[in-house]
């Protein structure tokens, strides 16, 4: 069943993605807002997110996600997929989603990448974030970093479907700046912004 649903996902992502009509469907702002923010596009800060599928102990096809430890900047808490900005030794995006992974879940297996989804600016932060989508065929073991992740978060992907999950919330991503935006509700946790934009892609695309 697991091996099914990977053949099928790799099979869709090689289709035409569904691109910002997906994502904007879980955006706090609309396509235009964002386009008077790309004016400083060319300066972007190139990164990657490795969203990695996997059979939980219950066989249920599951997706990790990470919970950001508290710091002093944009994504302070967040929930998120792990990842981070390219090095220069970083060989590409693959690579750099690869490295970010290991680092943040210390993961004891190597992902098979089987494709990639539209890649999702974040004006606060001027990263270019370029998802991978991978899988393992069991569940590794995690060692997260101290440093970096307060909690590894698994997802069955059943979930990701249900459209129960999402809601609308106030978010004060900022001291004193509030924005309205539409959220999965994870775990009772909220999941909003870029990674929920990337999230919603990957639903269009199950759903194909």
């Not at 069943?1 to 090689?14: A, G, P, S």
């Not at 900022?174 to 994870?186: E, N, Q, R």
């Amino acid at each position: 069943m697991f091996q099914l649903f990977i053949n099928n996902l790799k099979t869709n992502l090689q289709k035409p993605l569904p691109g910002e009509e997906a994502q904007f469907e879980m955006a706090h702002i609309n396509r235009e807002k964002l386009a008077d923010l790309y004016f400083d596009y060319k300066n972007y800060r190139p990164s990657a997110v490795l969203i990695l599928l996997y059979p939980n102990e219950h066989q249920q096809i599951s997706v990790l996600l990470i919970e950001r430890m508290t710091y002093d900047g944009h994504h302070s808490g967040q929930i998120a997929f792990p990842g981070g900005k390219a090095e220069p030794t970083d060989t590409d995006l693959q690579a750099t989603a690869l490295r970010e992974f290991f680092e943040e879940t210390g993961a004891d297996i190597t992902p098979s990448v089987i494709g990639k989804l539209t890649p999702v600016y974040i004006p606060v932060s001027k990263f270019m974030v370029q998802p991978f989508v991978s899988y393992v065929e069991k569940k590794p073991n995690f060692s997260a970093s101290a440093h970096e992740v307060n909690a590894l978060i698994e997802w069955e992907i059943d979930h990701l479907l249900n459209p129960a999950i999402i809601e609308e919330t106030i978010i004060e991503p900022t001291a004193g700046y509030k924005l309205k935006t539409p959220y999965f509700d994870v775990q009772g946790k909220v999941l909003w912004g870029a990674t929920a934009m990337i999230l919603n892609e990957l639903k269009w695309v199950l759903k194909k």
